[in-house]
Nanobody
Framework: EVQLQASGGGLVEAGGSLRLSCATS????????IGWVRRAPGKEREGVSS?????????????YYRDSVKGRFTISRDNAKKTVYLQMNSLKPEDTAVYYC????????????????????WGQGTLVTVSS
């Protein structure tokens, strides 16, 4: 059974930082690109960031960030721990949302998904609340 376990959310003041973790099990981690998607209150889901797989000898270095988080968020993967992290700095109230991690297999490396509908598996969310 594939499981994606997101954690690390919480309440933080504007300007603060959080690190989200997505621990995976039941899948061939190397073959999957992993992403973070969020849903803010009253809004549609939106892709936040993603990181490519490491299959075919790739280093897994291709990343995607939506414009509003560029320069503030950093995604990374620890292949030994089968975990993906999202370091979020300089948080803003508009970052308040439930953050979900998701996994997709695309048969190619160096591809970081940008469309939330590309993912095969989803985890439960973790709530991030940024106070002003």
């Amino acid at each position: 059974e594939v499981q994606l376990q997101a954690s690390g959310g919480g309440l933080v003041e504007a300007g603060g930082s959080l690190r989200l973790s997505c621990a995976t099990s039941g899948l061939s981690f190397d073959r999957y690109a992993i992403g973070w998607v969020r849903r803010a209150p009253g809004k549609e889901r939106e892709g936040v960031s993603s990181i490519s797989s490491i299959e075919f000898g790739s280093s897994g270095g291709r990343t995607y960030y939506r414009d509003s988080v560029k320069g503030r968020f950093t995604i990374s993967r620890d292949n030994a721990k089968k975990t993906v992290y999202l370091q979020m700095n300089s948080l803003k109230p508009e970052d308040t949302a439930v953050y979900y991690c998701a996994a997709g297999q695309f048969g190619r490396s160096e591809y970081a998904p940008t469309d939330i509908y590309e993912y095969d598996y989803w985890g439960q969310g973790t709530l991030v609340t940024v106070s002003s």
